[in-house]
């Protein structure tokens, strides 16, 4: 159980491309996802808090005209990466946690984006 | 937000049993804590939580001392798939339970 799926998981696009990256809980109810960046060799960042059916809450420093949250149902989020730029090329991760205060977030396999 | 300090790496071998001690001098009184699994160009794996004492599951356990100050995540007869980066996180309850994760232990297991 618990399961996340993200998709796609690679891909590769032209500077100023914008790119959407979908994050679904498979077998639970989200009331809750989150979105990290994750650079080589480095720990997780979280860039943004989404619920379902609000605004999405971005961390310090995370540009939300650039990072586009939607959170739709309690199944799926996405992120698009608008105008994107080799600067943001990175290793995205999703999670997603199930209603209960003291639910676990489970991790989908992250979208590795790199941008030419 | 409770900070969590834990080895930057640990060598094993095959077969040896594996305690990842993570402290966090500055837990709160309804902060849980939860260790996660991260292999290269995946999403962290939820290990184990626990709140006090021992908690055991399939995959591992977690030692939790009285003062709660500190945590010990213990791996079993570890294998070389184990290799992996081990992130302790202590999380505060409530709905939206946001989690900060630290520089993680990178443990390698040599055969």
């Known amino acids: 159980g618990a399961v996340v799926s993200q998709h796609p998981s690679w891909v590769i696009c032209k500077s100023g491309t914008s790119v959407k990256i979908e994050c679904r809980s498979l077998?639970?109810?989200?009331?809750?996802m989150f979105w990290y960046r994750q650079f080589p060799k480095q720990s997780l960042m979280l860039m943004a808090t989404s619920n379902e059916g609000s605004k999405a809450t971005y961390e310090q420093g995370v540009e939300k005209d650039k990072f586009l949250i939607n959170h739709a149902s309690l199944t799926l989020s996405t992120l698009t990466v608008t105008s994107a730029h080799p600067e943001d090329s990175s290793f995205y991760i999703c999670?997603?946690?199930?209603?209960?205060?003291?639910?676990?977030?489970?991790f989908g396999d992250g979208t590795r984006l790199s941008i030419l | 937000l409770a900070k969590t300090t834990q080895p930057i790496s640990m060598d094993s071998y095959e077969g040896q049993e594996v305690n990842i001690t993570c402290s966090h001098n500055?837990?709160?009184?309804?902060?849980?804590i939860t260790w996660y699994q991260q292999f290269p160009s995946q999403g962290p794996r939820f290990i184990i939580q626990?709140?006090?004492t021992k908690v055991t599951n399939e995959v591992a356990s977690l030692f939790i001392p009285a003062d709660r100050k500190s945590s010990t995540l213990s791996l079993p007869r570890v294998s070389l798939s184990d290799t992996a980066v081990y992130y302790c996180?202590?999380?505060?309850?409530?709905?939206?339970?946001?989690?900060?994760f630290g520089s993680g232990t990178q443990l390698t297991v040599l055969p």
């Open positions: 626990g709140y006090k």
């Open positions: 500055n837990i709160a009184t309804n902060d849980y």
């Open positions: 077998d639970f109810q989200a009331t809750t």
């Open positions: 996180l202590v999380v505060p309850s409530g709905s939206a339970r946001q989690l900060t």
């Open positions: 999670s997603a946690k199930g209603q209960g205060d003291y639910q676990p977030q489970h």
